[in-house]
């Protein structure tokens, strides 16, 4: 238990160190669907849903956001949280695909897999990067276990909201 505190204490310090700009330009962006007549949809794909649940139905929920359902019904003036395990989870990267033809900004926060060609970095207005690829810690049999991808992805949401709250007391 100890060794996995640790892990998780220097994952989140590295996630906030190395994304720190990324959470801030990902609270300007969602700050601007809010302050306009844009909604802030949220789509998370396999345990990255718990992340729409905390934005939806936790205890304070974001401001103006909204389950995502179908490109079609956003307008330039929304903004899309896109959340997935791997950057280059095939689901998510035809959202990501759709959403750029249509021209509407996204956020993507997920593991950057390197050396693919389709990745959700790329299209995405802001991409944050969990810094998750593989399981954190080893077993007695050698092999490795505990993957709290969703936990780092609710760490970085916890953070964007922190700072599109204060964006938003400023506009307000």
Known sequence: MKMFLTQINGLFSRIYEKEQFSIEDSARLLAQATIGQGKIYIKGFNEMEGVTLEALEGAEPLKSALRFTEVDDLTDADRVILLSRFSNDAEALALAQKLDRKGIPFISICGDVKNDENDLSKL?????????????????????????TSMAALFIYHCIKLTFDEIMEEYE
């Open 124 to 148: 995405a207005e802001v991409h944050i990067n969990t810094s998750l690829l593989k399981p954190m810690l080893p077993s007695e049999s050698g092999d490795r276990i505990c993957f709290p």
